[in-house]
């Protein structure tokens, strides 16, 4: 806790935007919840960054429960106000995952991949989620919060039975213990340069570096879309589109990301 305290009295220098303010909890029940309550109130600017060390609620796509053991997780959430639609949500996902996997592989050297449309992943195995979500679109207090839930120190006996196989953390994969205070600094670096080019309407080279940085690509995945499962080979990605896969009798289909769940990847 005292490595995250850092962050609040020494904020990143080398930021534009991210970490313009930093705020350290010990426990809260979402960091996002938190982060959108507070700029809905207009407490929380542009570029505020809210980190707790315990979540008792935190929350992941579609509403599932985000499991974190205490003290072993970076849970962090953003402000961010760019001049975009609610529409462009999925960008807004895609600057957290690629700054994860971009953050990782820089400064760990490993091999991190975005398995579309949320997660991070190394060889297959989930060690980071992202969840943007856009609020109060048209009404005062608008805004997106862009939450990142990346496993730091998790042992691997720590990960509940039903994730012990699919996911793994940077203690795991380095085999020693990582500052979750550096991890975020370095977090905090690509997040703005990858928001930077948001604001600037750069989407194409978004959705370029997520192609180029996708898991799933090439692969045959199973996913529920509509109440209905399809499995078929991804051939493409796109931010406004979704997943798009070549089905069995060889037509293409895309999947768009807001209702869509990878089941089998
Ligand atoms: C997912 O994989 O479904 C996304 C998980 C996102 C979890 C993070 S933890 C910090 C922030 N606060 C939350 O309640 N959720 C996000």
């Not at 705020?23 to 959108?36: E, V």
Request: hydrophobic content about 40%.
């Amino acid at each position: 806790m005292k490595e995250l305290s850092a962050l609040e009295k020494h904020p990143p220098a080398d930021t534009e935007i991210i970490g313009r303010r930093v705020i350290i909890l010990d426990r809260i029940d979402s960091t996002n919840a938190c982060a959108s309550e507070m700029a809905g109130r207009g407490r929380a600017d542009e570029g505020t960054v809210i980190i707790a060390d315990v979540q008792t609620g935190g929350r992941g796509r579609f509403g599932h429960a985000w499991f974190a053991p205490p003290g072993g997780s970076l849970l962090m959430s953003v402000v961010l106000t760019p001049e975009i639609a609610a529409e462009r949500l999925p960008a807004v996902t895609a600057v957290g995952a690629l700054a994860v996997t971009e953050t990782v592989r820089g400064d760990f050297g490993l091999d991190a991949l975005v398995r579309w449309p949320n997660d991070a992943v190394i060889n297959g195995l989930k060690f980071a989620g992202v969840l943007a979500r856009a609020e109060r679109f048209g009404r005062p207090g608008q805004c997106f919060i862009l939450g990142i839930g990346l496993n730091v120190n998790v042992e691997r006996s720590q990960f509940p039975p039903e994730f012990s196989s699919s996911a793994t953390s940077l203690k795991i994969e380095t085999g020693a213990d990582v500052s979750r205070e550096s991890v975020a600094r370095g977090l905090f670096r690509r997040i703005d340069v990858w928001y930077g080019r948001l604001r600037e309407g750069r989407f194409d080279e978004i959705e370029r570096m997520l192609r180029t940085r996708s898991s799933l690509t090439g692969r045959t995945v199973t996913l529920e879309h509509g109440g209905e499962r399809h499995t078929g080979k991804v051939i493409d990605i796109s931010l406004a589109e979704g997943i798009r896969l070549e089905m069995p009798d060889r037509t293409a289909r895309w999947f768009p990301e807001s209702v869509t769940t990878l089941l089998a990847k």
